[in-house]
């Protein structure tokens, strides 16, 4: 049995799910289909991504998705769980309230929300999630993401490929944990064995919206970049820090989603800043882009410091906004060339 998870910033526990012997599995947009349905419930200047999740609830849902838990985020996807609860016929749907701040009060308000899905979740599939559970999904999860930031180390010296990798962290975000450790433990293997190869390409920094499209890191390495690091939810902020598995589980999950790097929904966004900064530094990129998915406000409502902060530092730094489409990636090409010809 699959739980869907529709979440901007990655802030959903899934350790809790998978305490309920159930497979989390994260929602994420499909550039081939055409958007019709969604439109009858959100305004033109909806997000693009979240509408295209939407589209796909209302066309047909994944029969082994029994339920959804929604994080809180930006206002898209807050209000499009009302529009989930209206229209889309599941058996469990939670609102999961991942706080807005990082402090104490937030963090006590956190602990008693996750407790209250857990308890839902009990009820609704008449399960037991215990700490011992809770712990038990902990450990795997830390082991996978253990795996990714050593891959992903891989990566900034171009052994790995750049979307090679981000599918890798997508694969794990969509699939039974269990199989996707035993997955990277081959590949981790493998990839130690390949030797570090010369490479041309720009390294450059990926910042911005959910990026899901594999096929649009394709794109941007076809044009002479390499991803060698980013802040991304389908990236490093998946895989950075880790849980504590010593201490209460509950807890432990909560700090760790308030300790982790910073989203633009969340607040002071500007620490997205600080962390992009040590990112840029720590791996020499020569420049920082950042991509927004059409409408993405909190990317936006970024961008113009991003922008002044970058400039500060003498970073090269290009703010695109993408139409979820692959056959719009194309117009963009003029824009990435040139600024690969600054770097
Ligand atoms: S891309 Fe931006 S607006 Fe869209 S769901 Fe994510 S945070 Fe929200």
Redesign the pocket.
């Known amino acids: 049995m699959k739980i869907g998870i529709l979440d ?1 910033g990655v802030e959903t526990p899934e350790e809790i799910i998978m305490a309920a012997e159930m497979t989390p599995v994260r929602l994420l947009s499909n550039p081939l289909i055409e958007l019709s349905k969604s439109n009858e419930h959100v305004p033109p200047n909806h ?1 693009i ?2 509408r295209n999740i939407l589209e796909q609830a209302l066309q047909a849902i994944d029969d082994d998705i029994k339920g959804i838990v929604v994080a809180h ?2 206002d ?2 807050n209000r499009e769980f009302d529009i989930w609860l209206e229209c889309v016929h599941l058996d469990f749907m939670y609102f999961l309230n991942a706080p807005l701040k990082r402090d104490e009060i937030a963090l006590k308000f956190f602990i008693d929300d996750i407790k209250e899905m857990i308890s839902q979740i009990e009820e609704k599939f008449d399960v037991s999630i215990n700490s011992e559970k809770i712990r038990k999904a902990i450990i795997l999860t830390n082991k996978i993401r253990r795996i990714l930031k050593e891959m992903s180390e891989y990566r900034a010296k171009r052994v790995l490929k750049t979307s090679q990798f981000h599918a890798y962290v997508k694969k794990v975000q969509q699939q039974d944990k269990t199989e996707m450790l035993m997955f990277l433990e081959k590949e981790l293997e493998r990839v130690q064995h390949e030797k570090t190869p010369n490479s041309l390409q720009k390294p450059i920094l990926l910042t911005g ?2 990026i899901d499209d594999t096929n649009f890191i394709v794109y941007l390495e076809n044009l002479g970049f390499d991803i060698i690091t980013d802040d991304l939810c389908i990236g490093t902020r998946y895989f950075w820090n880790l849980i504590d598995e010593t201490c209460d589980p509950i807890e432990a999950l909560a700090r760790y989603h308030l300790e982790k790097p910073i989203y633009s ?1 969340k607040s002071p966004s500007i620490e997205r800043f600080t962390f992009l900064k040590y990112l840029a530094e720590t791996y020499k990129v020569k420049g920082v882009i950042n991509v927004a ?1 059409k ?5 936006l409502f970024d961008h113009p410091i991003m922008s002044t902060k970058f400039k500060e530092l003498g970073i090269p730094y290009l703010f695109i906004e993408l139409e979820y489409k692959q056959e719009s990636y194309k117009q963009l090409s003029t824009r990435f060339e040139a600024f690969g010809e600054i770097l």
């Open positions: 901007s997000c991504w979240a985020g930006c898209c996807t919206s959910v929904t998915q409408f993405c406000e909190p990317v």
